[in-house]
Structures are given as structure tokens and as C-alpha cells.
């Protein structure tokens, strides 16, 4: 399931259950003397949050049980609310970008980049030196699982939410000293916004961000794709008239994973 779907449903879910937790006090009231204590209505919000988060997998039927008790536990223990503020910032350093750029922090799966290792091998007896770019890299993790493949010479990753980007630099540290000399300037980290980057510098540009960004995406990419190269975008595609707006073609849709399947999209430049 993506990420924002999952985002969006353990949401709905808590919604769900305080709609729940209401209907219940209400009820209940007729018989008994409310206040209820704290507990009780732990108990009740708990129950709903069981009941409505029974169709989801079972992580994250576990985080819909685990949200209330968090709540309850932090008014419960009365934590101070500077905690507060240290996690609204560890927030902002990590998902700046959601607000800034409609796009959150969240990672490509292991799918992904099974899945584009098996395109990089295919093309490998047609292409070499091919430079990858993601768009938005956050902690690097899609760049240092295709670093080492023979087809690429360089990646570069695009990223300016502060705490992904400082756990990806803390990686090129790590993977420098583990591939030393030619291959160390092999991954390219650069904190920069990539709309204002020039995406015609690259052969493949990869991109996992959000719906909101999508015809964005369309108009740099027709803007600045050079004719031979790929755009990829995972899980979210552009629409048929942005496509036709801005001269890209869905070349290929690769459905990855079984139980939960998502979507690889692939577009080049119509000729
Ligand atoms: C959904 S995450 C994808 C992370 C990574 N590409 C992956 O697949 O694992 C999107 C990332 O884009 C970053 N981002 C969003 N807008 C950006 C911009 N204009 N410039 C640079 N980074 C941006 C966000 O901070 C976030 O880390």
C-alpha cells in the first residue's frame, strides 16, 4: 500500500474510533453517571480502534492500537511540553518538504529498486555511463542500493529536508570509506531544490513524491528531458493531459509486488 494511503487510513481510522468512543459515552450515559474514568474510555477508544482498523495489514492494525495508548500515555504522565516542541522540530527536519512542497519524507521500497536493477541489467549490453538522478533522494537509500552497478557512472541525488539529507551524507561517508578512490565520487548529494535543478543532465530521472506535484513534474520533465532519456515515477502518474501538454509518452507500467502491488511508470519524450 503507499505510504500516503496508509498516512491517510490510519487516520480515518482514528477519526473512526473517536466517532466511536462519542457514540459510546453518549449511550452510556443514559445509565450511568458520567465523568467515566480515564481507563474505561481508553478501553472503549481502543475497541474502535480494533474494530475499524481490522481490514488493514497487521503492522498497521498494531500502530492504530498503539496512536491511542501513545495519546493517553502522554497526557497521563503530563510530559513536559517542551517534548512537544523538540518533536514538532524533528518533525520540520524531517518533513519540511511536506509543507514547503507537498511532498513528505517517505522511502522507496525494496521493490523499486529490484525492479530497476533488473531495467539497469537489461540495458546493459545497449548503454553505459548512465547517469541517474532521484529527484528528491531523502536518506540516499535508492541511491546506495544501485551504486554499484557496472551501468551507471554516476547518481545524483537531489534533497533538502535537513535530517534525511544529513543520514544520506552520513552513508556517502560510510560508502566512501568502504570504495575508496575512482568509484568514491560515484554518488553526487547535493542539497539543493530540485525544481531548479536542470533535469536534462541526466539519462534517468527517478522521482517518488506526491499526486499534488505530478503535472509539475510533467512540465519539467517535458521542458527538460533530452529525447532518449527516462522519467520513472513510482506509485503516482502523470495525467493523460499533462502528458499530452507537456510531449511525454508512458512508454510502460510495471506492476511490483504481490499482496499489496504498486505502480512503476515509465515516460520518455514523444518524438
Ligand atoms: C517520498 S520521498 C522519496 C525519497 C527517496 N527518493 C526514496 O525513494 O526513497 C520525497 C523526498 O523529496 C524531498 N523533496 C520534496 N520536494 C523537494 C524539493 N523541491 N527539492 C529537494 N527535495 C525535495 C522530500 O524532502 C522527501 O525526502
Same mark, same amino acid.
Given at each position: ?16 474510533? *473517536? ?14 453517571? $458520567? ?8 478501553? %472503549? ?20 492500537? /498503539?496512536?491511542? @495508548? ?16 523538540? /518533536?514538532?522540530?524533528?518533525?520540520? !527536519? ?11 519524507? =517517505?522511502? +522507496? ?7 530497476? #536493477?533488473?531495467?539497469?541489467?537489461? +540495458?546493459?549490453? #545497449?548503454?553505459?555511463? !548512465? ?8 536518506? %540516499? ?22 535530517? $534525511? ?12 570509506? #568502504?570504495? $575508496? *578512490? ?8 547535493? #542539497? ?13 530521472? =527517478?522521482? =517518488? ?15 527538460? !528531458? ?21 510531449? @511525454? ?7 511490483? %509486488? ?6 512503476? =511508470? ?6
Amino acid at each position: 500500500m503507499g505510504q500516503l494511503k496508509v498516512i491517510a487510513r490510519l487516520l480515518a481510522v482514528q477519526l473512526a474510533a *473517536g466517532l466511536w468512543l462519542f457514540i459510546l459515552v453518549l449511550i452510556a450515559s443514559k445509565w450511568l453517571e $458520567p465523568p467515566f474514568a480515564d481507563h474505561w474510555l481508553l478501553l %472503549g477508544w481502543l475497541f474502535g480502534a480494533a474494530l475499524f482498523s481490522w481490514p488493514l495489514k497487521s503492522l498497521w492494525r498494531g500502530v492504530s492500537l /498503539i496512536i491511542p @495508548l501513545f495519546v493517553y500515555g502522554w497526557f497521563a504522565l503530563a510530559i513536559a511540553p517542551i517534548w512537544g516542541l523538540v /518533536i514538532a522540530l524533528v518533525l520540520w !527536519l524531517v518533513y519540511r518538504n511536506g509543507a514547503g512542497h507537498q511532498v513528505p519524507f =517517505y522511502r +522507496s521500497s525494496t521493490d523499486v529498486i529490484t525492479a530497476l #536493477r533488473i531495467w539497469l541489467d537489461e +540495458s546493459s549490453p #545497449r548503454a553505459s555511463g !548512465l547517469r541517474l538522478a532521484d529527484m528528491g533522494c531523502g536518506d %540516499g537509500r535508492l541511491l546506495f542500493n544501485l551504486a554499484d552497478h557496472p551501468v551507471l557512472s554516476t547518481l545524483y541525488g537531489y534533497e533538502t529536508a535537513w535530517l $534525511p539529507y544529513w543520514l544520506a551524507r552520513w552513508r556517502l561517508f560510510t560508502w566512501q570509506k #568502504r570504495h $575508496p *578512490g575512482k568509484s568514491a565520487s560515484k554518488i553526487q548529494l547535493v #542539497r539543493q531544490d530540485f525544481w531548479q535543478q536542470d533535469w536534462g543532465a541526466f539519462d534517468l530521472v =527517478y522521482v =517518488y513524491l506526491s499526486p499534488a506535484v505530478m503535472a509539475k513534474v510533467a512540465e519539467k520533465a517535458g521542458q527538460g !528531458l533530452q529525447q532518449q532519456a527516462w522519467l520513472v515515477s513510482y506509485e503516482f502518474a502523470i495525467s493523460e493531459q499533462d502528458c499530452a501538454a507537456h510531449h @511525454l509518452t508512458l512508454t510502460d507500467v510495471w506492476e511490483l %509486488g504481490e499482496t499489496d502491488p504498486t505502480r512503476l =511508470y515509465w515516460y520518455q519524450k514523444s518524438v
